[in-house]
């Protein structure tokens, strides 16, 4: 369990609040150690002792680590003095340079999580701006752990562009499960057998993957020459993996853009 004092703007949003509820669960800090922010200044872990207040300033004044979870367009209305302090933002497209400026942080760094903090899943790539000591790193490292895993990087721009890539959480596999099923439907499958065989490829036969290297699975069936090997070439000759980083491209573009539109 952890001295320090954390506090979370926008603490009871979706990430926020996923976020909170991990921290406290897994005790990584006592619940009087945290400071969570919001409209209402009210919320059920006030009765575990969990610190509620209205003001921002107020929660940075009390904190040692703040979080800022808030969507990037409302960044720039936000007014918070955190000097001396760490902030961690989970905003994307807002630069390490331009939270410093607002907040006169001593050291800032950036974070991606995604939607999987929900179930604990999620895969937290951050990013510190400028000198940060060896102790405050750890303790960034256990925080994200607390809702998944976590993996520091070392240029800022790789935070933009895993924003585009674990930062979209189950946008992909969910695309993907959504044209299996509409082929298959469209191929004369009765809808809700259409949605249990794409089910069953997303969510339940891609777990073998937690065991096993991709590459090899995939060399491993095309041998066979089946019908999988033929499904997989029809992918590769029609640029699958071109048009997944042209997605990635976008995607990434849009986080290095960020509030200069």
């Known amino acids: ?11 009871t949003g979706w990430l926020g609040a996923a976020i909170a509820k991990a921290v406290l669960a897994k005790a990584w800090l006592p619940a009087g150690n945290l400071v ?35 969507r ?8 918070l003095d955190a000097s001396g302090k760490t902030v961690i933002s989970l905003m ?36 510190c701006a400028g000198a940060v000591e060896p102790m405050t790193k750890t303790l960034i490292q256990q925080l994200f752990e607390c809702v998944g895993t976590a993996a520091e990087v070392q240029q800022e721009d790789f935070i933009d562009y895993l924003s585009a890539l674990s930062g979209t959480g189950p946008a992909f596999p969910a695309l993907l499960m959504t044209a299996l099923a509409n082929q298959a439907m469209a191929a004369g499958i009765p809808g809700e057998i259409a949605q249990l065989a794409a089910s069953n490829v997303v969510i339940n036969s891609s777990q073998l993957l937690a065991s096993r290297d991709a590459q090899q699975m995939i060399d491993t069936l ?10 997989l070439q029809s992918m590769t000759q029609g640029h699958f993996e071109a048009q997944v980083g042209r997605a990635l491209q976008a995607g990434a573009a849009v986080a290095r853009k960020g509030l200069q539109a």
Request: glycine residues 8%; aromatic residues 6%.
């Open 1 to 11: 369990m952890n001295d320090v004092t954390l506090g979370i703007v926008g603490g």
């Open 36 to 70: 969570i922010s919001n409209r209402s200044g009210a919320h059920p872990w006030a009765k575990q002792g969990v610190c509620l207040v209205t003001d921002n300033q107020a929660l940075a004044d009390r904190s040692d680590v703040i979080i800022i979870a808030v």
């Open 72 to 79: 990037p367009e409302q960044f720039a209305s936000l007014t």
């Open 92 to 127: 994307a497209g807002i630069t390490a340079q331009a939270i410093a400026a607002r907040t006169l942080a001593s050291r800032v760094v950036r974070a991606m999580p995604n939607a999987a903090v929900e179930i604990g899943q999620s895969f937290t790539p951050w990013y």
């Open 222 to 231: 095309v041998a066979y020459r089946g019908v999988t090997a033929a499904a």
